[in-house]
């Protein structure tokens, strides 16, 4: 597959480019122009033009699955990707001298993204989510100055460390559990009946693992800490892509490997669901730091993306790969801009509006997207995965409460939005010197987009069906 081959060779590339780039500036371009050739060799590979696609198999059997699905959110991911590093190349260029080992880790990161993205084992889903992993501690304690950095990266690690040690258990559980004592989660052969109790107790530990790497309740509690110590810019990085690519992994196990048995799982999803909803939402009305703000909206947003593991149906399917979009677009923007800011306080954004309006209107679309405001990409993200979560037929007080929690978020999204336009500032808000012509025009790209997707879903969504 074209993406697992030029993630990793372009991140050693990164690697080895620190040797002979002295710049501190020139390691960005190179990751562009990187990003780009991989989003153009998904595409061209999404329609059936692969070039060197990468087949790896036992016994005739894929350890990979390709299909237009994982191409289509490939192809977010390193869209998203792109716009990230358009509006924040330039920041991660501050975090430190090795600004290519940063990009270069980056780029191992995508290489676990794809592999999490096409697994059609067990086994690659452990490898994808720690070569995911591994790179992100590094880039947790990357501000080797700052203790909350280095608090954050050793919290990370040993919390990462105890969810893979339960991700191998699940994983053992399963395997010897199953009837063909094997890893494929398409050969695990689960009938209509009772799951046998140890298939059972391993899918409980994959739900563990998994959820605590999307940061869903009640195995959120390392998040906060971790979004807030860590680099803003990286921060970005960890809350949009790395958790989008979490949830994937998350449906495709569940389909795949558990689709025949739901019923006898989907309570536990929906005990998770509603919790990650209540703890995210009601703690995020209190944060006066809007980088912690976000953090606990990150963990709302992964209650949302929790009802497409419920539902597991197409339109839940849709509604990942438009809610992946939707979120780390408005994600992005909103980090991009929170990193030029003086002040990470929701009073730092005082007056915004006055000092740069077309700043403070591109913050306030990718606010209202988040909120599910219509005509914005988030609202039409949030309408698919309630009609997914609809169209199961069960439990409809699911989509009350959802929604009933979506009106909650309005509260801390707005008060960013009233701060900007109706607060005035009592000190300097932004460093102008900061704010290039470049990073306007691209901020504006990524608010059309976010638009566009709110009045034109299919945009996205048509990927799939190439």
Not at 287 to 305: D, E, P
Not at 358 to 365: E, G
Request: net charge neutral; aromatic share 14%; with cysteine.
């Amino acid at each position: 597959m074209n993406a697992i081959l030029l993630t990793a060779v372009w991140g050693v590339v990164m690697m080895f480019s620190g040797v002979f780039i002295k710049s501190k500036t020139a390691p960005k371009y190179l990751a562009i122009a990187g990003i780009i050739i991989i989003f153009i060799a998904n595409l061209l590979e999404l329609n059936a033009f692969g070039i060197g696609v990468l087949h790896v198999n036992i016994d005739t059997k894929e350890m990979l699955n390709i299909s237009s699905f994982n191409l289509s959110f490939l192809a977010v991911v390193f869209a998203c990707t792109l716009l990230f590093f358009l509006l924040s190349g330039s920041d991660i260029e501050k975090v430190g001298d090795d600004v290519s080992e940063y990009f270069g880790l980056i780029f191992f990161v995508l290489c676990g993204v794809s592999l999490v993205s096409t697994y059609n084992t067990l086994l690659l889903l452990f490898i994808g989510i720690e070569i995911l992993s591994i790179p992100l501690y590094i880039l947790t304690g990357s501000d080797k100055r700052n203790l909350k950095s280095n608090e954050a990266a050793l919290k990370y690690f040993l919390m990462g460390a105890f969810s893979t040690g339960i991700l191998l258990m699940g994983i053992a559980f399963i395997y010897g559990g199953n009837n063909n004592g094997s890893f494929y989660i398409n050969n695990l052969e689960m009938g209509e009946g009772p799951m046998p109790a140890m298939i059972a107790v391993g899918l409980v530990f994959m739900v563990i693992a998994l959820s605590f790497k999307v940061s869903a309740a009640p195995f959120h509690f390392w998040t906060p800490d971790v979004y807030d110590g860590a680099p803003t810019v990286f921060t970005s990085f960890m809350s949009t892509i790395v958790k989008v690519a979490g949830f994937f992994a998350f449906v495709r196990l569940f389909e795949n490997a558990f689709g025949k048995v739901q019923p006898q799982w989907q309570n536990l999803i929906v005990f998770i669901t509603v919790l990650t909803l209540l703890i995210g939402n009601v703690t995020a009305v209190f944060q006066q730091s809007v980088k912690r703000m976000l953090a606990y909206s990150s963990i709302a947003q992964a209650g949302f993306m929790m009802l497409a593991v419920f539902a597991l149906n197409n339109t839940a399917k849709e509604g990942l790969v438009l809610y992946a979009a939707a979120y780390s677009i408005a994600t992005i923007g909103i980090f991009a801009v929170l990193i030029k800011m003086n002040d990470y306080t929701i009073d730092g954004f005082n007056g915004l509006a006055k000092t740069q309006p077309q700043l403070a209107l591109c913050t306030t679309v990718f606010l209202l997207s988040l909120t599910g405001i219509p005509l914005t990409g988030g609202f039409m993200s949030k309408f698919f995965m309630l009609s997914a979560a609809a169209e199961t037929g069960t439990r409809f007080w699911l989509i009350i409460v959802a929604v009933l929690f979506a009106a909650i978020s309005a509260y801390y999204y707005f008060r960013v939005i009233q701060a900007m336009y109706f607060k005035e500032a009592t000190t300097v808000v932004i460093d102008e010197k900061e704010i290039t012509r470049g990073f306007k025009i691209t901020l504006a790209i990524a608010a059309v987009l976010i638009i566009a997707i709110g009045i034109y879903p299919e945009f996205i969504i048509g990927w799939m069906y190439h």
